[in-house]
């Protein structure tokens, strides 16, 4: 069982940074894959990055070279270090974790694979 809380949304101009953490309570934290998911309004969810348990990232094309994902084992919380914000990455921003994602390359980015969700915290970039 895990409970995820995430933190670090708010509101930004174009061009901007924000970090993005989510904090994990439960014991199978270490042994999870761990992913950042968004939504923005009227849209689906798409998943933006996913670490391993050894570290091993995918990211989505749209945040490659921008975006990064990673995990502290020791404080049970995973980061999004988010640069160059763009318009278009204004969403609803979710952590999630899988204990048993069979393949990070074919299910990392894919939601339905995921069963712990945190609540979400807003990311709203504007010119």
């Known amino acids: 069982q895990l409970q995820l809380v995430e933190s670090g949304g708010g509101s930004v101009q174009a061009g901007g940074s924000l970090r993005l953490s989510c904090a994990a309570s439960?014991?199978?934290?270490?042994?999870?894959?761990l992913a950042w998911f968004r939504q923005a309004p009227g849209q689906k969810r798409e998943g933006v990055a996913v670490?391993?348990?050894?570290?091993?990232?995918k990211y989505a094309d749209s945040v490659k070279d921008r975006f990064t994902i990673s995990r502290d084992n020791a404080d049970n919380t995973v980061y999004l270090e988010m640069n160059s914000l763009k318009l278009e990455d204004t969403a609803l921003y979710y952590c999630?974790?899988?204990?048993?994602?069979?393949?990070?390359?074919?299910?990392?980015?894919?939601?339905?694979?995921?069963?712990?969700w945190g609540q979400g915290t807003q990311v709203t970039v504007s010119s």
């Open positions: 999630a974790a899988e204990p048993l994602l069979p393949d990070l390359w074919r299910y990392g980015l894919d939601d339905t694979h995921y069963t712990y």
């Open positions: 670490i391993g348990r050894a570290g091993l990232t």
């Open positions: 439960g014991t199978t934290f270490t042994t999870s894959f």
